[in-house]
T-cell receptor, first 115, second 114 residues
Framework: AQSVTQLDSQVPVFEEAPVELRCNYS??????LFWYVQYPNQGLQLLLK??????LVKGINGFEAEFNKSQTSFHLRKPSVHISDTAEYFC?????????????FGGGTRLMVKP | GAGVSQSPRYKVAKRGQDVALRCDPI?????LFWYQQALGQGPEFLTY????????KSGLPSDRFFAERPEGSVSTLKIQRTQQEDSAVYLC????????????FGSGTRLTVV
């Protein structure tokens, strides 16, 4: 079984400032890692994913994340945020070897970008 | 269609009423998932289909919840005798394969049980 912890339920930040959204996971098996974004009244959109290879993953909208196996973390970063980045962000994992590959999500972090 | 379509977008049900939620996945997507997202929380897995076969229903919270995908495309999530704790957004996602391909989520159905 896997679990995902997003330590910060809300992160307020000023426009053009850098931001880091933290994600830690627990799993007894190898995993794939994902970040999704959810805008109000919409479904989830994939930002980026880590499957294998380079531990630094670049995604859409200028976001990137780094997989740290020893710390079981997959923190999301952006060097300069925009007002339009205001949304809910979810970290998720799936079992690499499970044919179903269902996603286990964290509780989410609300990013609030202020002008 | 271009994306995953869910209907209705909003549903208000009286406690004890049966409801049916529909999901139209992307054409050709083999895998289909249902998730339940309570207010202020992350989505939680309900059930998974590969084509018409329901391969995992371990997340369904009770026997009042039932899902089907008879022809391997459209799926319906049915909730019988709805209760207030069933109030949530129900998300459907589809994928051409397994999670490494990425999922496409629908906009969800917001169910409110009064």
């Amino acid at each position: 079984a896997q679990s995902v912890t997003q330590l910060d339920s809300q992160v307020p930040v000023f426009e053009e400032a850098p931001v880091e959204l933290r994600c830690n996971y627990s799993s007894s098996v190898s995993v794939y890692l994902f970040w999704y974004v959810q805008y109000p009244n919409q479904g989830l959109q994939l930002l980026l994913k880590y499957l294998s290879g380079s531990t630094l993953v670049k995604g859409i909208n200028g976001f990137e994340a780094e997989f740290n196996k020893s710390q079981t973390s997959f923190h999301l970063r952006k060097p300069s945020v925009h007002i339009s980045d205001t949304a809910e962000y979810f970290c998720a994992v799936s079992d690499r070897d499970n044919a179903g590959n269902m996603l286990t999500f964290g509780g989410g972090t609300r990013l609030m970008v202020k002008p | 269609g271009a994306g995953v379509s869910q209907s209705p977008r909003y549903k208000v049900a009286k406690r004890g009423q049966d409801v049916a939620l529909r999901c139209d996945p992307i054409s050709g997507h083999v895998s289909l998932f249902w998730y339940q997202q309570a207010l202020g929380q992350g989505p939680e897995f309900l059930t998974y289909f590969q084509n018409e076969a329901q391969l995992d229903k371990s997340g369904l919270p009770s026997d009042r919840f039932f899902a089907e995908r008879p022809e391997g495309s459209v799926s319906t999530l049915k909730i019988q005798r709805t209760q207030q704790e069933d109030s949530a957004v129900y998300l459907c996602a589809s994928s051409i394969g397994t999670s490494n391909y990425g999922y496409t989520f629908g906009s969800g159905t917001r169910l409110t049980v009064v």
